[in-house]
């Protein structure tokens, strides 16, 4: 996790989005700054699955881009 969002405020947005365990993962890289390619050799699926997950996440939490992603994630 980053400095700036701890542990328990990454799954209490979790829990409230209702994301998945996979999304959980896939958004905890995410906001990591990993590319597409990387998540996806990391967690042995391919870029495009990786690609869907993140339109779910953002859908769910009614974002549009990686920053805005980010700053409902610390409550802003």
């Avoid at 829990?15 to 590319?35: G, H, P, S, V």
């Avoid at 495009?48 to 779910?56: F, L």
């Amino acid at each position: 996790m980053n400095e700036w969002l701890t542990e328990s405020a990454f799954e209490q947005a979790a829990e409230k989005y209702r994301l998945t365990q996979r999304e959980k993962e896939i958004l905890n890289y995410w906001m990591r700054d990993y590319d597409y390619k990387r998540i996806a050799d990391l967690l042995g699926i391919s870029r495009h699955t990786v690609k869907v997950h993140i339109s779910r996440i953002n859908l769910k939490m009614q974002v549009n881009s990686k920053a805005s992603l980010i700053l409902k994630m610390i409550g802003a």
